[in-house]
């Protein structure tokens, strides 16, 4: 007999419903939490062109704003447990002042999903910082600090391929809020089968 169960699990009773096992999600193998010694930090930067002047559209997706997209890889020759939450970001100049940060709270009642990454396996994310609306650029050069809970803080400089310091985004309307950070949720990067 089969059971859908809470979040979506499927369970099987062998003994007319007295106990119950997952049979899907398969149960992850036991793995050790991944620790921030366990984990290479990449980033991606880019940025979308600027409208143009006098622009004070606020329909999104908006332009001019900054990206990057964030892949955490496990360099050790044995397999880690992550949580796919949701990381923290802060921008920091080179003064060490906080520029954007995100201000999201994890819901208390939601429990993330874990997974596992294998040898050389990536987990990803990503973060956008938009509405730079200040009268100067920040002072660069600017450094990504991306906290995992439970596993610790990575830091990255924000730049582009030829390594130079991203710029700030465009300021769609000074009527907005500050500049902000919006992050993604922490979770596997799927490598086709073929890949070598």
Known sequence: MY??????ALQASSDGTLSWHVVYPPPLPDAPTCTDRDLQLSAKWSRTSDPGEHTTSNTYPYTGIVSAELTLTN???????????????????STV??????????????TPPAF????????????EWGQWCSSAPPNEPLTLAAEISGVGTFTGPAEDADGQAIAAPFCHTVFASDTYLRPGSLGPIDVPANAP
Do not use: K, W
């Not at 059971?3 to 979506?8: K, L, M, Q, R």
């Not at 050790?76 to 921008?91: I, V």
């Not at 906080?98 to 709270?105: E, M, N, P």
């Open 3 to 8: 059971a859908i169960y809470g979040s979506s």
């Open 75 to 93: 360099r050790t020759p044995d397999t880690c447990r992550l949580t796919a939450s949701m990381p923290h970001f802060r921008l920091i100049d």
């Open 97 to 110: 002042t906080v520029v954007a940060q995100d201000l999201g709270t994890p819901d208390p009642g939601y």
């Open 116 to 127: 596992v990454l294998g040898p050389n396996e990536s987990a990803g994310t990503s973060v």
